[in-house]
């Protein structure tokens, strides 16, 4: 299996990077191709993981893609009908909603906390430790299992990630925003 992986450079989602050091036969871009380009590549791959931020319309481009002029996305509702029928990965805040609108397959992520300011805005007041082994566990639990199912990441991610969250709220969160389809 082909994996392409999209994770718009971005320093505030580096935690995100060991989820993918392991999958094999995967091609990674964090920018500087553009949208039709980019395209192209998930026509060519069997499974994408998409990660970054991201809202209900897709995922941010960030300032890494030079065709983006007034662009905020890399990924949106024009790459759904390549993205059917692949067994894909979508982790960025909101992508449950993109997922569930576009009726597409794959492990995914509602809300996600993983800044202090988002932890603030949903009214957790927490040390920074906290929400980095958050994302620590995340990626690390993603990463283990990169290489299988969305169903076997998610009950994975659910198991581990859900034994986290027993003590750590912002994991708690997150965990239950948790889902596949």
Known sequence: MKTLIIHPADESTDFLKPI???VLKSTLITGEITKAELLQLVHEHDRIMMMGHGSPQGLFAVSQFPDEGHMTFIVDQSFTPALKNKDNIFIWCFANKFVETHQLNGFYSGMFISEK??????????AEDIINESNDKFSEIVSEHANNSSDIIYHNVIKFYGELAEINPIA??????ISRM
């Open 20 to 22: 993918y050091k392991n």
């Open 117 to 126: 300011m988002e932890a603030l805005m949903y009214d957790y007041d927490v």
């Open 172 to 177: 708690r969160f997150n965990v239950e925003r």
